[in-house]
């Protein structure tokens, strides 16, 4: 159980280490303007800092979730599920802003929450077993 929750946070890290480039290193980029709507490059002139600010969000919680995946791993349960689940838990708590913040945009919400609370719930139910 605890190797699939990994596996899964490590998926959780992978999509939000992409939404973090997107955001943050590509926003300019006319195919990242399509994923996100963007209609013009003054929009996204508009919305830069926000973005790469976002962007780093996503980072740090990418990183938080493969180290509490580590940890976990090595026995570290304490630290490990702790950061694990932190980082798992925000981005399933994000894919729910995201979804009922913004209705139209529920395909981005969903895989930016289901894989994560997956992630969570594998590795809940390892620690109570």
């Known amino acids: 159980m ?11 890290a992978l ?27 003054e929009q996204a002139a508009y919305t ?6 976002q ?21 570290t349960l304490g630290a490990g599920a702790a950061l694990f689940l932190a980082g798992t838990g925000s ?3 994000s894919g729910l802003i995201l979804m009922i913040s913004a209705p139209n945009m529920l395909r981005a919400a969903l895989i930016q929450l289901v894989v994560p609370a997956l992630a969570g719930g594998w590795c809940i139910i390892y620690l109570r077993s």
């Open 2 to 12: 605890l190797i699939i929750s990994v596996v899964l946070g490590g998926l959780a």
């Open 15 to 41: 999509i939000h280490l992409y939404i973090f480039a997107l955001e943050s290193l590509f926003w300019d980029k006319e195919s990242t303007h399509k994923i996100f709507g963007i209609r013009s490059t």
């Open 48 to 53: 830069r800092q926000l973005a790469f600010n």
């Open 55 to 75: 962007g780093f969000y996503n980072l740090f919680l990418a990183i938080m979730t493969v180290v509490g995946g580590v940890l976990l791993l090595q026995g």
């Open 91 to 93: 981005m399933v708590a």
